[in-house]
């Protein structure tokens, strides 16, 4: 029955617990054992809060032996990226420089997920303050990808990803901030989504760049992401970038199933040789399904994307750079002395800073700086804005020709662990096809497409801003012509560290 459960769907999962089949408590315990099973092997997890998820999920319980009328996804559990911050969990962003540290207050999407009654089973992995694409840099070590342990799960939100994957979680929160949800989704065979910006609230959700951060679902099917879309959405009047109204219509769009008569744009620069050949062919395919589905397929031309990477790679650090200056050592985390000379607080923050972040934190701070400089603001910082804009551009002039936009997610597979650590701008180049969304605050999906040398590919779904609808709407149609073209999921193809789930999905 514990495999069963895990092999569940939320939606499922939903539709279980509400007629009475299943318990909240029989849910998450399967989960919690799963957890304690194989995480050992994944290191998606960095805590388990096992008591309080057993706490909510008997509440959920007692409301419903009630008859309570309860919030869709009530006893359905879920995990979260260890950068929303949730009152009396540690929340460490994956840097030494945070650990311990317990907030003494909730962020919105936690409050949410608390009021719809899911159980919150811990914090999942990332690269240190989700400045990754591998989940390489986290201070507790690296999250495993579950189809070859040896390989990455993506990043920065590799432990989520990883943990939806590997059916320790059927829904899991991730930020992305220039693809840390939609390139682990690629990588692991999961979806993943990356709202319109301001949708969903990033009150109380640790900044790595304000004006590219996102927070989003990870799940296993195109439906699950619009449950919890639709659950964590919406204005919150705490996030000054918060856009009015309730996240709505995600969910009937996901299961809507028709797309004839929509036209669907192919980003012409985002399909070159650059990206692997299986990747290529496997896109081609999903394209030929929607047109068999009755859409029309187009090219378009972006021809400011070329400089979306080395633009957001200066935006990203200058913002960065101005975030994490608040990680002093006088506040709140890490506190180190410095052995020799005076304390003053100069030296203790020099001290806290140099022993307290990681590598690559410490290489974009620096990087930022620099940008920010008086003598560099203009020709870095203030041309990165510039290119920002002509991308936007591109954007729109694209959307005029087409409903939607699609590309691969990812120019290859998941890469080996170790890799490209030793190369930060191999690694940067992961992130070519998402980048463009977050500079331009669109809503972006990745979707799996199929395997390349038995690993997954990822598809990714562009739409206008606050037209998430439309994404998930297309998202859903070709999710269901792939999963009926191979006759089961792509995870039921998920080798080794899955037996045991493979003959209930």
């Known amino acids: 029955m514990s495999t069963e459960l895990t092999a569940m769907t939320a939606a499922q999962l939903a539709t279980s617990l509400q007629s009475g089949e299943i318990s909240a408590r029989e849910v998450t315990q399967a989960h919690l054992d ?18 309080g998820a057993l706490a909510t999920a008997a509440a959920v319980d007692e409301r419903r032996a009630r008859k309570e009328e ?46 719809a009654g899911m159980p919150i089973l811990g914090k999942t992995n990332l690269d240190e303050f989700a400045m990754g694409a591998s989940t390489e840099y986290s201070a507790f070590g690296p999250t495993r990808n579950p189809w070859d342990p040896e390989r990455t799960p993506g990043g920065s939100g590799g432990g989520s990803a990883a943990a939806v994957a590997a059916f320790t979680a059927p829904l899991a929160i991730g930020t992305d901030t ?92 985002l399909r070159s040789d650059a990206y692997d050949e299986g990747v290529r062919r496997s896109f081609t395919a999903a394209l030929e399904l929607l047109r068999d589905a009755g859409a029309e397929i187009v090219e378009v031309s972006c021809p400011n994307f070329t400089y979306a990477l080395a633009a957001y790679y200066l935006i990203l650090p200058a913002e960065a ?73 591109d954007f729109a002039a694209a959307f005029a020709k087409a409903d939607v936009l699609l590309s691969p997610t990812t120019p290859s597979t998941a890469f080996a662990l170790g890799e490209r650590v030793a190369d930060p701008m191999s690694m940067y180049i992961t992130d070519i096809a998402t980048i463009p969304a977050n500079l331009a605050g669109i809503p972006a999906m990745s979707l799996p497409s199929g395997l390349s040398d038995g690993l ?35 995870l039921s193809e998920a080798p080794s560290l899955l037996v045991g789930t493979e003959d209930k999905r």
């Open 321 to 393: 750079s101005s975030n994490l200056a608040r990680y002093d050592g006088l506040r709140f985390g890490l506190r180190v002395e410095p052995e020799e000379g005076p304390v003053t607080a100069e030296r203790v923050m020099a001290a806290t800073r140099g022993a307290g972040f990681g590598p690559e934190v410490k290489r974009r701070i620096i990087l930022g700086t620099y940008a920010l400089s008086a003598g560099s603001y203009d020709a870095y910082y203030g041309n990165a804005m510039r290119a920002r804009t002509l991308i936007q551009q």
């Open 456 to 490: 997954p590919v990822g598809l990714q779904v562009l739409a206008p801003q606050r037209e998430d609808a439309r994404m998930y709407r297309v998202g859903g149609v070709l999710e269901r012509a792939l999963d009926e073209q191979r006759g089961h999921t792509l």
């Open 178 to 269: 220039g693809g840390s949800i939609r390139q682990p989704a690629a990588f692991t065979g999961s979806v993943g989504v990356k709202p319109t910006y301001g949708s969903i609230s990033r009150y109380g959700v640790i900044a790595l760049a304000s004006s590219l951060d996102h927070v989003g679902p990870a799940a296993r099917t195109v439906v699950d992401a619009a449950m919890l879309h639709e659950t964590v959405g919406g204005h919150d009047p705490r996030d000054a970038t918060s856009l009015p109204g309730p996240a709505q219509g995600l969910l009937a769009a996901a299961e809507a199933g028709d797309v004839s008569g929509m036209r669907i744009g192919v980003i012409s620069e």
């Open 34 to 51: 799963r957890i304690a099973s194989v995480d050992p092997q994944l290191n998606a997890y960095l805590h388990v809060d096992a008591e």
């Open 70 to 115: 309860l919030p869709p996804l009530a006893g359905v559990p879920i995990a979260l990226k260890d950068v929303v911050v949730t009152k009396g969990i540690p929340t460490t962003a994956a840097s030494k420089i945070l650990e311990g540290w317990i907030p003494p207050y909730d962020a919105t999407v936690v409050e949410r997920i608390q009021a």
